[in-house]
């Protein structure tokens, strides 16, 4: 009898947070809201530009903004700098969420935090964290429907790399070029046929994106460095670059590899990968793997049309 009171309620619950009348089953579909992958230690003290692109995709400083700080082991800690940097832009409207067990991600009355929210945030830590904990779960359910209705969804560090469809949660650099020696698992996949790879040229990450597009070249690997950010508006196939460092995609689409070939913890050659650096204000489209628009200040080659 407890059971089905507690699924009673969640089921009215997630379907107030949604918005859906429960009486016709019908709500309203307005385009998606922006997802914003950022590579991590974002400037929270001067200019917080990165934090500034966040609330702008919503409702600027008047966005209600929940903060999912799963992925950290000192939520305190990541409580009060986010505090001083929302406050800093003038955001006044916050709030933190901390999911700590599985069995959280399934209580109504903490997804139902959740209501009002413009921009939902993941912050740092461990990756692994946040799919382990949430995903398959009525909070990230309640997430995902309410991207669907228009709310941006952000993350960074750790938050950034959850957000795509496949996801880094370990492998060294010194042995990225080494078969078996990074680990991948499903994201969140509010982003399809992307992997993030975060803290990217501050970490010399390249080879671990050569590494993941020569198992799969169908998945793009798009590497995002600190204080750096890339913005899918409403949801579309083309991101924008915001931040004071690069991205790099690499492209596997013509890429040629023995990675197929070489036994695990042999190290595999590549060659023929399309590579792009990006910088802010440039923007790349994932679909047709090409630039759509280059910053003139900032270009290597020839501007794209």
């Known amino acids: 009898m407890l059971l089905k009171k507690f699924l009673a309620v969640s089921v009215l619950g997630l379907s107030t947070l949604l918005g859906r009348d429960t009486a016709t089953g019908q709500r309203s579909a307005p385009a998606p809201g ?29 966005s209600r903004v929940v903060v999912i700080t799963t992925a950290s082991r000192e939520p305190e800690a990541r409580k009060d700098e986010y505090s001083r940097a929302f406050e800093a832009i003038g955001v006044r409207n916050f709030t933190f969420i901390y999911i700590d067990k599985r069995d959280q991600a399934f209580d109504p009355h903490i997804y139902n935090k959740l ?3 413009d921009v939902v945030f993941f912050s740092g830590g461990d990756q692994l964290r946040l799919t382990a904990l949430l995903a398959g779960t009525p909070f990230l359910n309640a997430v995902r429907q309410l991207h669907k209705q228009g709310i941006v969804i952000a993350g960074t560090s750790a938050g950034g790399a959850a957000l795509s469809d496949l996801m880094i949660y370990g492998g060294v650099s010194e042995k990225a070029a080494t078969k078996g020696e990074v680990l991948l698992t499903g994201g969140f ?10 803290h990217f040229l501050n970490r010399s990450r390249l ?7 020569a198992s799969n070249p169908e998945i793009l690997g798009i590497g995002v460095d600190e204080d750096t950010g890339v913005i899918f508006h409403e949801g579309g196939d083309t ?3 915001v931040g004071s460092g690069k991205v790099t ?15 695990r913890g042999a190290e595999a050659h590549y060659s023929n990968a399309a590579c792009h650096t990006l910088f802010a204000g440039d923007r790349f489209n994932i679909r047709t793997k090409a630039l759509v628009h280059t910053v003139a200040t900032k270009t290597m080659g020839s501007p794209a049309p």
């Open 189 to 198: 996949r509010f982003i399809d046929r992307v992997a993030f790879d975060t």
């Open 115 to 117: 209501t009002g929210t």
């Open 207 to 213: 080879p671990r994106l050569f590494n993941i597009v």
């Open 239 to 241: 991101f924008e670059v």
């Open 34 to 62: 922006s997802i914003i992958a950022i590579g991590g230690n974002e400037d929270k003290l001067h200019d917080k530009t990165v934090l500034q692109a966040v609330i702008n995709e919503a409702k600027g400083a008047d």
């Open 249 to 263: 995609v690499v492209d596997g689409t013509r890429l040629q590899s023995d990675f197929h070939t070489v036994e």
